[in-house]
């Protein structure tokens, strides 16, 4: 669906703008939608934690304990997809 796509890509652009900010995130680093961003050492435990906060803050999410897996959030693409299913119900 493209407007689901659409609001992934938003999702997506903005938790790489906030990863920037952070400095997790930097030029040195080339990271796409799917890339491990465990494995590309953008992200540990202690921003996971960040991460989380700033998810739930800026979408109006809640997230439960049972959702913190990779799945989830160990790519932008995986956080798009999180973050799109949560804010439609899921």
Known sequence: MKVRGEMEQSVTQKVRRFLTERAWLTDD?????SDSLLEKGVIDSVAMVELVSFVEQ??????????LMPENFDSLSAIGSFITAKRNGG
Do not use: G, L
């Not at 680093?29 to 939608?33: A, H, P, Q, R």
């Not at 800026?58 to 049972?66: C, L, N, P």
């Open 29 to 33: 680093i080339e990271v796409s939608e």
């Open 58 to 67: 800026t979408f109006q999410i809640r997230i439960h304990d049972e959702e």
